[in-house]
């Protein structure tokens, strides 16, 4: 062989090699998201699960890619953007809140699902138990139906003079009539008459907020629900307008100037749920994986969105709080 073609065929092979070898090298995994609200609504629990991937060692753009599909307060489109990531073969679905949790199961059977919802995943089928959920779901429920009655408490405390206390849900959520259930007991022990106030779209606040320049409220209790994790900016807007003194669900809306609210920590649920993502891609079975349930539940207060209401925080509930935002 003369010298010349020589060196082409190993100039040619050497251009193989890495082909091949990337050939052989193992593909990057893929997860899908699936939530019925919106990446702005979601961005700092988003954050949170890179953050737990990141602590098994997945890093999305690195070694992980992350498909996302965003319902955007309409369920009705959950069914199919679930099947559209299990046409895309994705090996975790991550689903967020009880709708697209069920989506997912509804629309496989294989493909391990990582939940994380307010609602008991054993009554909505989405688990056999919580120490061995037995199919390919498991995730992270931080069971709300209890709260919104500590939530009175706590709104009562800070105004103890008001004698009607609203409460804003929405119809459409799983647990509604639990959740106004144990408000209203709560009520009773107190000594407060409840007003409910229905919301199942945007569009529903508008009459939310003609009944309550109607007939004002001393206080409003949020009731957690997706809706209104993505229009948290609008009602706390809602709340300023009416210079209603009210107690969210989570932190994020304190931090939008809500002023105060009570539950799990979203960012940690999500974080936990990314540890998950990242067990099941190293090979656990979500059968085998409990599910969680949150050991905290954190008070937040907002001090400047009192001061602009004309309300002095009882010292007391400032003690309590895990975090005062000045």
């Known amino acids: 062989m003369r010298r010349r073609e020589f060196i082409a065929l190993l100039g040619g092979a050497a251009?193989?090699?890495?082909?091949?070898?990337?050939?052989?090298?193992?593909?990057?995994?893929v997860i899908g998201f699936l939530s019925p609200?919106?990446?702005?609504?979601?961005?700092?629990?988003?954050?949170?699960?890179?953050?737990?991937?990141?602590?098994?060692?997945?890093?999305?753009?690195r070694n992980l890619q992350i498909q996302y599909r965003w319902a955007r307060s309409d369920n009705d489109r959950l069914p199919a953007l679930a099947a559209d990531l299990v046409h895309h073969q994705v090996a975790v679905i991550v689903a967020s809140f009880i709708r697209a949790s069920l989506a997912a199961k509804a629309a496989t059977s294989t493909i391990p699902i990582v939940f994380t919802t307010a609602n008991d995943?054993?009554?909505f089928g989405?688990?056999?138990?919580?120490?061995?959920?037995?199919?390919?779901a498991t995730g992270i429920s931080f069971l709300t139906a209890a709260l919104g009655e500590k939530r009175l408490e706590l709104v009562h405390e800070l105004v103890p003079a008001t004698t009607v206390v609203a409460v804003l849900v929405n119809p459409n959520n799983a647990n509604a009539e639990i959740n106004v259930g144990n408000v209203k007991a709560a009520a009773r022990t107190v000594g407060v008459r409840i007003e409910v106030l229905n919301a199942a779209s945007e569009r529903d606040l508008e009459g939310v907020s003609v009944i309550l320049a109607q007939r004002p409220a001393g206080a409003l209790v949020i009731l957690n629900d997706p809706l209104f994790t993505d229009l948290r900016t609008q009602i706390v807007a809602l709340t300023a307008r009416h210079r209603v003194p009210a107690i969210y669900g989570a932190r994020e809306s304190v931090e939008a100037g809500g002023l105060m609210s009570y539950g799990a920590n979203n960012a940690d649920v999500f974080r936990q749920a990314g540890i998950y993502v990242g067990k099941v891609l190293n090979g656990a079975k979500p059968a085998d994986l409990p599910v969680l349930l949150p050991t905290r539940f954190e008070l937040v207060i907002n001090l400047k969105t009192a001061k602009a209401l004309g309300l002095t925080v009882p010292p007391t509930l400032i003690a309590r709080a895990d975090e005062v935002i000045e």
């Open 126 to 136: 989405l688990v056999a138990s919580l120490n061995r959920p037995g199919g390919n």
């Open 15 to 29: 251009a193989a090699w890495p082909l091949a070898a990337r050939a052989q090298q193992p593909s990057m995994p």
């Open 37 to 61: 609200t919106s990446p702005e609504a979601m961005a700092q629990m988003v954050a949170a699960l890179r953050h737990g991937l990141s602590e098994t060692g997945y890093v999305e753009g």
């Open 121 to 123: 995943p054993i009554q």
